[in-house]
T-cell receptor
Framework: GQQLNQSPQSMFIQEGEDVSMNCTSSSIFNTWLWYKQDPGEGPVLLIALYKAGELTSNGRLTAQFGITRKDSFLNISASIPSDVGIYFCAGHPQRGADGLTFGKGTHLIIQP | KAGVTQTPRYLIKTRGQQVTLSCSPISGHRSVSWYQQTPGQGLQFLFEYFSETQRNKGNFPGRFSGRQFSNSRSEMNVSTLELGDSALYLC??????????????FGPGTRLTVL
């Protein structure tokens, strides 16, 4: 099936730093979604992107839907301790209708 | 508006048993999708139901099944449990059917442990 390559796998940063993570695919996606998951909980939607080139912000978070429709990035500015968690990219591939395809996640760890 | 709810939150079963998990979608949402999350495989799509009909199915054995009721609530069933079925099972709801541009909202999950 479809696969999303998400990087980096983990990040160790200082509080206040900016964070950047991205997802790439070998095939075209119709939507890109970014979720955050805390331990023992389900993923919580952060940002949804529906059009190629779309740039959307949600507070300190900014995400973009790549022009080629094969990639997306998520930026977090001025990180704070509650940003700790696992961030997943997900999307609906253009071909096939088998649910959301997820990346493997980026584990964000913030050192005070 | 209440979010997606899943019951039970935790479950311990032994090999060979069967289990039923329940999901109530956000009010007004008609699509329910199920995912399995494990450390090794990540989040994998199980199946999707829309208006009581299974629309899509992921690459899982027939031991995994589901259904959706007229009020959009959904259940998934796993028969003849194996150790490898231990996972967090997540339910997600959306207004439209999957494969569209609609957004899926997840519940907190059911943690299944098979001994």
């Amino acid at each position: 099936g479809q696969q999303l390559n998400q990087s980096p796998q983990s990040m160790f940063i200082q509080e206040g730093e900016d964070v950047s993570m991205n997802c790439t695919s070998s095939s075209i996606f119709n939507t890109w979604l970014w979720y955050k998951q805390d331990p023992g909980e389900g993923p919580v939607l952060l940002i949804a992107l529906y059009k190629a080139g779309e740039l959307t912000s949600n507070g300190r978070l900014t995400a973009q839907f790549g022009i080629t429709r094969k990639d997306s990035f998520l930026n977090i500015s001025a990180s704070i301790p509650s940003d700790v968690g696992i961030y997943f990219c997900a999307g609906h591939p253009q071909r096939g209708a088998d649910g959301l395809t997820f990346g493997k996640g980026t584990h964000l760890i913030i050192q005070p | 508006k209440a979010g997606v709810t899943q019951t039970p939150r935790y479950l311990i079963k032994t090999r060979g048993q069967q289990v039923t998990l329940s999901c109530s979608p956000i009010s007004g949402h008609r699509s329910v999708s199920w995912y399995q999350q494990t450390p090794g495989q990540g989040l994998q799509f199980l199946f999707e139901y829309f208006s009581e009909t299974q629309r899509n199915k992921g690459n899982f054995p027939g031991r995994f099944s589901g259904r959706q009721f007229s009020n959009s609530r959904s259940e998934m069933n796993v028969s003849t449990l194996e150790l490898g079925d231990s996972a967090l099972y997540l339910c997600a709801s959306s207004f439209l059917a999957g494969g569209s541009t609609d957004t899926q909202y997840f519940g907190p999950g059911t943690r299944l442990t098979v001994l």
